[in-house]
């Protein structure tokens, strides 16, 4: 108990402020809206395991808050899949605005509303298609971040 209580005490002491901006390495959550110095590997540890056992980082991501940017969609590892396989005539029919393989993936994403979300996906083909050899991750990312 006694460690517990020096190490809240440690992580309060090395708190600079509530609201911090996320840093890529430990993400989003209580540990790194309280610690703002990622300058170290102990100070990016503190986060990750504050992060970790106040077990509030999957609440941060689905509601918005703790410095997190809720997410649009919910990508699950058959859309990763699909637009894996499917690279090739997914662009080709977004650039078209509409397809069967546009179809699956709004089933896929759980999207309602095809036909916006069709529209928003050719409106954004440039942002979405970023390069040739862009990759699936980056296609999903893309995806979500410009789409509705």
């Not at 896929?108 to 916006?116: G, I, K, Q």
């Amino acid at each position: 108990m006694k460690k517990i209580l020096v190490s809240v005490v440690a992580v309060l002491a090395l708190s600079t402020g509530a609201m911090a901006n996320v840093n890529n390495q430990t993400g989003c959550g209580l540990g790194a809206m309280i610690i703002k110095d990622d300058s170290t590997a102990v100070m990016l540890a503190l986060q990750a395991t504050t992060n970790g056992t106040s077990m509030n980082q999957t609440f941060g991501i689905t509601s918005g808050t703790l410095g997190c940017q809720k997410t649009k969609f919910v990508m699950n590892e058959m859309a990763e899949e699909f637009v894996a396989s499917n690279m090739d005539i997914l662009a080709k029919e977004i650039a078209v605005g509409h397809g069967e393989s546009i179809d699956t993936l709004a089933e896929l994403l759980n999207v309602e509303d095809t036909a916006t979300f069709s529209a928003s996906l050719q409106a954004n083909y440039n942002s979405i298609y970023t390069s040739q050899k862009v990759e699936m991750s980056d296609v999903l990312d893309n995806i979500s971040t410009t789409s509705l």
